[in-house]
């Protein structure tokens, strides 16, 4: 059984309620995306799929003063989220909205200098029995093409995306967003374990108009080859993992 709650070193994460729980590579990813400057300057952040506020979370640590935006279309999720947000020390910066990102974009005049996100990115694998886990898994209720255009139409100009997907997936995600004036600027391929295949690849797009001259591409490992955490997850989750 999962447990109910996960600790970190400044914020908890309840996590009862939610369909997706707390996992290594999201907060992995969560703790790569704010270790870049244009996200810890940014005033203002959207969250897409937020789930239990988890990367909203960890962005508000390391950003002092941004505004941050979650949006998630489960209620139960979005409930559990609200909770977490209000038992942090960074309630005031922090906003849920329950709603198909479809929704809120179509609503909403506001736009973001930053976005982040841990997507639905499961197309043909095979449905969960749990129709909440599907929602929060699965990209039936928002396909990538619709994803590509909400993020071009809510990202300010020279503003970035951070997202996170399988690996074998990353080109199709850059084709998508060049379509929408997003470029890829940087790939960072993650591996559990050397000699292992890569498992899932941390991206960041900046709209821009013009293609950037190169694409930075970097790897990861999270476990070193005595199955120990590698000095480089240790570096970027310290400030969040209790036993760092």
């Not at 989220?81 to 942090?88: G, R």
């Amino acid at each position: 059984m999962s447990n109910t709650y996960f600790q970190f070193k400044e914020f908890i994460v309840h996590q009862e309620h939610t369909a997706m729980k707390v996992c290594t590579d999201a907060c992995f990813f969560g703790a790569w995306a704010i270790d870049k400057e244009t996200l810890q300057k940014a005033s203002s952040v959207l969250d897409i799929g937020t789930g239990t506020g988890l990367l909203s979370l960890m962005v508000a640590q390391k950003n002092k003063h941004g505004k941050i935006t979650a949006v998630e279309i489960e209620p139960n999720a979005a409930s559990q989220a609200v909770s977490n947000f209000t038992l942090s020390p960074w309630k005031e910066r922090l906003a849920l909205v329950n709603a198909s990102i479809q929704n809120f974009a179509s609503t909403t005049s506001a736009t973001f200098d930053c976005i982040i996100s841990n997507p639905p990115f499961f197309e043909s694998d095979l449905p969960s029995p749990n129709d909440n886990k599907n929602l929060a898994a699965h990209s039936v209720a928002l396909p990538w093409e619709t994803f590509a255009q909400v993020v071009s139409k809510l990202l300010n100009d020279d503003g970035c995306l951070y997202v996170i997907i399988p690996s074998i997936r990353a080109y199709t995600m850059q084709k998508l967003m060049v379509t929408n004036g997003i470029h890829l600027i940087e790939e960072t391929t993650v591996f559990n374990k050397e000699k292992q295949l890569p498992f899932r690849s941390f991206l960041q797009f900046k709209k821009v108009t013009e293609k950037p001259a190169s694409i930075e591409r970097n790897k990861l490992y999270i476990k070193d080859p005595t199955n120990e955490y590698t000095d480089t997850f240790k570096s970027l989750l310290k400030a969040y993992y209790l036993q760092f």
